[in-house]
């Protein structure tokens, strides 16, 4: 007798073709006929890796606003662009200068203090998150959110005000701040509707973008873009890197990402969806998925502290007191076997009156099954060194530099989407998108403009 199976959800099939839903389907139709216990598991990350059009437009295109965001900041308001000899604590070589060498050594210098600065910062993440001291890095985290959505985004207005000459009161710009930030945080830190928490992300990426293009001196931006582009190559891909240490620990664990500095085309907390499903149903749990796309800056977090039990109805907190997270995972649960429900002795009676209501067979159940669609994942650090890098560029005033540096941003990450699906493993999104960025960048400035103004002056239309 065939068993019936409930469909899959769409939430994990959407992003594939219509040959491999048919293989996929063949494949469960294959292993419920014919079982067979040396059968290799279903690779999910396999089928997860297949990327399409689809993938690559749900990063093209927050990425593409973040840094369309920076550039219009850039061209409207003067505030970004004018140096008032105010700069980062982190930048300590900043003595007015026209000579280049000294100008080279000093954005040297800058950029390995900057360096060493992200380094601490990510060995104290590690340690934070290895020890189980989540509550102080949620307590980070939401510090930082609140100081970029409270007091960067009130500068923000104002500048924006004052350059467009709008008469604002305080009372109205305090109101606002106060609803834009709290909701910021409840979508980013707890819930809220996914399109609000990819907004707000964007939102923060670019604010930050903004503050590093103000406050690093010109020289120093594209060293300090070339060396992290290196330390995250070293940070995902050796063996004893930091990120890559804190991904397999979070894999380990069976953890979600926190929501704070990882930008995810799918709602990061879980869905419980009830369905029905076969006593003789395999009870077989696929590999935790790895990140797609690491970057710079990446950490993990649990948006929701609750967790739906399959035998309970009321959610269980999955902070337990020994310090363990319980992270989302597909699976389908067959039987209890560890706590039968009881059996009532006497059937209820029958409606009467109404319609009949079908009950269950006994070899099917009601059962809790999560879905997750993790979906693409980037770190907000490349969104925000993505946008600094164009938002750089598009200070000189040359439209031909600026659209270079996008392009080639976007370039790069297809690239890197591609390699991701060749070697099937987490990879750095920065080096080749920001080496690619520089290369433009530098030959755009050097040959591309002078050649078209030579042109113009010539009054050769090309």
Not at 10 to 27: F, G, H, K, N, V
Not at 104 to 125: D, K, P, R, Y
Not at 402 to 421: D, E, K, N, Q, W
Request: charged letters at 15%; a neutral charge; one cysteine or more.
């Amino acid at each position: 007798m065939s068993r019936r199976r409930p469909p899959p959800a769409s939430i994990e099939l959407q992003d594939l073709s219509e040959d491999e839903t048919a293989r996929s389907q063949r494949q469960h139709s294959n292993r419920d006929d014919q079982p067979n216990p040396a059968a290799a598991p279903p690779n999910y990350q396999d089928r997860e890796l297949k990327y399409g059009a689809a993938h690559v437009i749900r990063l093209v295109v927050p990425v593409s606003l973040c840094m369309a965001l920076v550039i219009a900041t850039i061209s409207t308001i003067g505030f970004y662009t004018e140096k008032d000899n105010v700069y980062m604590l982190y930048t300590p070589f900043t003595k007015p200068t026209t000579d280049a060498a000294e100008l080279l050594a000093m954005s040297i210098g800058n950029a390995f203090v900057v360096l060493a600065v992200v380094i601490v910062m990510t060995a104290l993440l590690i340690f934070l998150y290895y020890f189980r001291f989540y509550k102080v890095i949620h307590a980070w985290l939401l510090l930082s959110s609140v100081m970029l959505l409270s007091f960067f985004s009130t500068m923000y207005i104002q500048e924006v005000f004052k350059a467009f000459n709008i008469a604002v009161d305080y009372i109205s710009i305090a109101f606002f701040i106060w609803n834009f930030a709290a909701l910021g945080i409840i979508c980013i830190h707890w819930k809220g509707p996914l399109i609000l928490q990819q907004m707000y992300l964007i939102i923060v990426s670019a604010l930050m973008a903004l503050v590093l293009i103000k406050y690093l001196p010109d020289w120093t931006v594209w060293t300090v873009l070339g060396v992290l582009s290196i330390w995250d190559l070293i940070a995902v891909l050796c063996p004893m890197g930091p990120l890559r240490i804190l991904v397999e620990t979070a894999q380990k664990r069976n953890e979600p990402i926190f929501p704070a500095l990882i930008y995810s085309s799918a709602i990061i907390y879980p869905y419980v969806i009830f369905g029905m499903t076969d006593i003789e149903e395999s009870t077989e749990q696929p590999p935790i998925r790895e990140p797609l796309i690491e970057a710079s800056a990446t950490s993990v977090s649990d948006p929701t502290g609750l967790h739906r039990h399959p035998n309970h109805d009321a959610p269980v907190d999955r902070s337990t007191p020994g310090g363990m997270r319980y992270g989302p995972v597909l699976r389908r649960e067959s039987q209890r076997q560890s706590q039968p429900e009881a059996e009532p002795l006497v059937p209820p009676p029958a409606p009467t009156n109404g319609p009949q209501v079908r009950q269950p067979s006994p070899s099917r159940r009601q059962q809790l099954v999560e879905v997750v669609d993790e979906g693409i994942r980037l770190g907000l650090g490349d969104f925000i060194f993505y946008s600094v890098l164009v938002g750089k560029a598009s200070t000189l005033g040359d439209w031909n530099i600026t659209v270079a540096c996008f392009v080639s941003v976007l370039i790069g990450l297809a690239f890197t989407l591609m390699l991701l699906a060749v070697f099937r493993k987490a990879l750095p999104a920065l080096p080749i998108s920001i080496m690619t960025g520089m290369l433009f960048y530098f030959a755009s400035r050097e040959f591309i403009t002078p050649f078209m103004n030579e042109l113009i002056d010539r009054q050769i239309v090309p």
